[in-house]
């Protein structure tokens, strides 16, 4: 039934919503650090976030779902997790920063559920958008980051930069590579909202690149 399930970005006319995604050890969080320092330089106030987290609620859930010892998560728990902390986060921080005329930059939103826990997990992609539909209550991004790293590259840059991996970090290969694919294929489906880059690009040049693309939507 077309029109029944039209996707709503981030309401125009307010903020700009903008989510890094990609696997883990592509570099997002540097990126979004780089696109908030330029963001501010040039006078636009900025909210940097990530997910699981951002609110107190969001940030117990994350070291729930991500940290060792907790015994077994079973998918859908896992899947349910990420989407109430998600809910907070949409609720409580990035609508109300949307609504005073803020630039939201998100590490990490919903793609990173569908590719996740939706693929890794074989949740299925669509039962895991619709879930986080309406966690969000339809809150989409206006613009998605999506930084492509080849899941060894990934792993080297994590065992370089990190002093251990998370739950879902320290998932195989096999695993990430479905995270790839998945956040591939949505990138590849909507053009439009997404930015795809190559994450072993020189640090300076992705970062010109995402800004470039992000001013083009400012006002
Ligand atoms: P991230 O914050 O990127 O890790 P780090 O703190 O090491 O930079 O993400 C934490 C992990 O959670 C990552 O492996 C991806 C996973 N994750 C999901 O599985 N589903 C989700 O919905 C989200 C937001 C993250």
Redesign the pocket.
């Known amino acids: 039934m077309p029109g029944v399930c039209v996707q709503q970005q981030a309401d125009s006319g307010h903020g700009l919503f903008i989510v890094f995604e990609g696997g883990?050890?592509a570099g997002?969080?540097t990126q979004a650090a780089l696109l908030a320092t330029k963001l501010e330089r040039l006078g636009h106030t900025v909210l940097r976030t990530?997910?699981?987290?951002g609110t107190p609620v969001g940030e117990k859930l994350?070291a729930l779902?991500?940290e060792h010892g907790n015994g077994d998560i079973d998918a859908r728990s896992?899947?349910l997790i990420?989407?109430a902390?998600?809910a907070a986060h949409a609720a409580q921080v990035i609508r109300p920063a949307l609504a005073r005329g803020e630039l939201v930059i998100s590490?990490?939103?919903?793609?990173?559920?569908?590719?996740?826990?939706g693929g890794?997990?074989g949740l299925g992609e669509r039962r895991i958008r619709d879930l986080?539909e309406w966690a969000t209550d339809g809150l989409w991004p206006d613009l998605t980051l999506l930084l492509d790293v080849e899941p060894a590259d990934g792993r080297h840059r994590?065992t370089v930069a990190?002093a251990g991996?998370?739950?879902?970090?320290s998932?195989p290969d096999d695993f990430h590579c479905d995270i790839r694919k998945v956040f591939l294929r949505l990138a590849a489906a909507s053009p439009a909202q997404y930015l795809v880059l190559r994450a072993q690009a020189p640090v300076e040049e992705l970062a010109q690149r995402i800004l470039d693309r992000v001013q083009g939507l400012l006002p």
Do not use: H, T
């Not at 990530?50 to 987290?53: F, K, N, S, V, Y």
């Open positions: 883990d050890g997002k969080s990530r997910e699981p987290g994350r779902v991500l896992e899947a990420f989407a902390a998600r590490d990490r939103y919903v793609d990173s559920s569908v590719a996740y826990q890794g997990r986080n994590r990190d991996e998370d739950r879902l970090e998932e």
